[in-house]
């Protein structure tokens, strides 16, 4: 009588506990994210980002689809039957490995079709092989960590079991195992990520960009007779002091003598608390003789201290070098780790600079004090965004600012987005009569014929490939308006909006947005500032044919 019911019980154990045996519903959802994955987006994306997108989409896809077999037997629903699962199984095997060939097959021509309007060469042929290799790798990875998770839970949930009731047990035991990891993980593993992460940018920081040395003229941050030292100045501030013009440059393009510009920079390891970092600034900038120039810039620069000589260096030649230009580092992380890990760093940095520098500069007689601008490039546009207070465009007017590459969390950037004027593109909006407000793009700004600009005026320069600029939060589940026709001319036609996986598509685009050729992504051509500068500060004299000369004089190399 024992040995049927132990046959019995053998018998009966559920083959699809077994680890060998995957889950249908994730084989296809899996499947279907991973191939997805392959059409193209808004930037051509380098071999590894996407593997590591094919191969987190399959995690992703496979992952939902356990979550929703558990929910579907959990609530005692049908199910399919033990003997047509073998031949289920293989169906869907088939079919998904014929959808990801398909895709697979024409991923080099999606991808070509970016990379032509960006005139980028097409793909390598190795380009598949490693995507492949490294997305099973991945998938590997990702579903072991499942595993683990999953194990976990199980474990945490059967331990109470022992002392209450079976349910609230559970659930006890599952709570305090969540509570826990989330509790490590924060407090942590990202603690000792920030740190790890701040270590090394650190120890790059202190280096010196190969081929700069420290400044002869004393208009510059870092020269012998500057208020900060050479050694000071981080990787990104001596690049920023030892490029762009000077007066010898700036007279072989304009025939004409020249000034030699300002320059001021004060690094992080300058000063240990950031109002004495502004402090600093301001000083510099009263040494150089910066408050009698035509035109003083604050420019934020990017999480690393960067700030692009292209986007700078056209302002001095248009003035002849009669420019100041000062920029104050508040981070050593690139901007995707300063912005997560640091929120709110940069605006607070631009800030108090503003503040600092503007107070001193309104007490200067209105007739003898520069003209003030603001500058920013990505995170830089972030923290200048909401650097000025309401009363610095009311009471003492600053002139204008031009902010490059503003990153999906800008707030005025944002409200002109949802707020386009007329029948303006969402990728590049009229802001109501554009006398405050003008977008610039590849092909110049857009505004009504005979429009005048108002008293003050701001440019924003954005490429319609910029994943940085038009990445939302809610493309997970509804199309973005700028991808409705007509698009903007480095955008694909064959990149399709898909649920969940253009959300994730257009996230991984803002890692390689900065690896495309000047004026497409988030990489932004000394065209593209030349024009917003001259629109912003009208030069005089100035024409359209100078704005062409100089961005090919630049191009030849200054």
């Not at 590997?140 to 079991?161: D, Q, T």
């Not at 004409?256 to 502004?278: K, N």
């Not at 050729?517 to 030349?530: A, D, I, K, L």
Request: neutral net charge; charged residues 15%.
């Amino acid at each position: 009588m024992l040995k049927p019911s132990v046959k019995q019980h053998v018998s009966v154990r559920p083959a699809g506990r077994r680890w060998y045996h995957p889950s249908l519903a994730g084989l296809f959802l899996g499947g279907l994210l991973c191939a997805l994955t392959f059409m193209p987006s808004l930037v051509p994306r380098p071999w590894l980002f996407q593997a590591i997108l094919t191969g987190f989409s399959f995690a992703l896809g496979y992952g939902l689809g356990l979550v929703m077999s558990w929910l579907w037997r959990f609530m005692e629903l049908p199910t399919i039957r033990d003997r047509w699962r073998p031949g289920l199984f293989w169906v869907l095997v088939i079919f998904i490995v014929v959808y990801l060939a398909f895709h697979l097959w024409h991923a080099s021509d999606w991808q070509n079709s970016t990379r032509q309007l960006m005139g980028m060469p097409p793909v390598e042929s190795e380009y598949y092989v490693r995507i492949v290799l490294v997305a099973v790798g991945v998938v590997a990875l990702l579903l072991l960590l499942g595993a683990g998770l999953v194990w976990g839970i199980r474990a945490a949930a059967a331990f109470p079991r022992r002392y209450i009731r079976r349910r609230v047990a559970s659930l006890v035991g599952v709570v305090v195992f969540l509570a826990l990891l989330v509790n490590a993980v924060n407090g942590t593993l990202v603690s000792y990520a920030i740190t790890a992460i701040d270590q090394v940018q650190a120890a790059v920081d202190i280096s010196d960009p190969p081929g700069v040395e420290p400044p002869v003229q004393a208009t510059r941050s870092g020269s012998t007779e500057s208020l900060i030292s050479w050694d000071l100045l981080g990787k990104a501030g001596k690049l920023y002091v030892g490029q762009g013009p000077r007066a010898a440059d700036i007279s072989a393009f304009s025939g004409q003598p020249a000034m030699e510009p300002i320059r001021a920079y004060v690094g992080l390891r300058s000063a240990d608390e950031t109002e004495q970092q502004a402090e600093l600034a301001l000083r510099e900038l009263q040494r150089t003789g910066a408050f009698s120039r035509e035109l003083l810039v604050i420019a934020t620069p990017t999480g690393t201290g960067w700030l692009q000589n292209g986007a700078l260096a056209p302002l001095e030649y248009m003035y002849g070098g009669d420019t100041a230009i000062v920029g104050v580092q508040y981070s050593y992380l690139p901007s995707p780790f300063s912005l997560i890990l640091e929120p709110g760093r940069a605006q607070e940095s631009a800030s108090i600079v503003f503040n600092v520098i503007y107070e001193y500069w309104k007490t200067l007689p209105e007739a003898e004090r520069p003209r003030l601008y603001l500058f920013g490039l990505s995170l830089g546009s972030l923290g200048s965004e909401n650097s000025a207070p309401l009363n610095a465009f009311i009471n003492h007017p600053i002139q204008g600012a031009v902010w490059a590459g503003p990153t999906f969390r800008n707030t005025m950037w944002r409200r002109i987005q949802r707020r386009p004027h007329g029948d303006s593109p969402a990728w590049q909006p009229e802001f109501e009569d554009g006398s405050l407000v003008r977008v610039f793009g590849p092909q110049g700004q857009r505004h009504a014929e005979g429009q005048e600009w108002g008293p003050v005026r701001i440019a924003y320069v954005v490429n319609p490939s910029d994943a940085i600029s038009f990445f939302n939060e809610r493309m997970w589940y509804r199309e973005p308006n700028w991808m409705k026709p007509p698009r903007g001319p480095d955008v694909s036609p064959l990149f399709e909006w898909v649920p969940v996986v253009s959300f994730f598509e257009v996230a991984m685009d803002m890692l390689s947005a900065g690896d495309t050729p000047p004026g497409h992504g988030h990489n932004y051509s000394v065209q593209e500032y030349t024009h917003a500068w001259a629109m912003v500060t009208d030069p005089r004299g100035w024409t359209a044919q100078d704005s062409e000369r100089l961005v090919g004089f630049m191009s030849s190399g200054e």
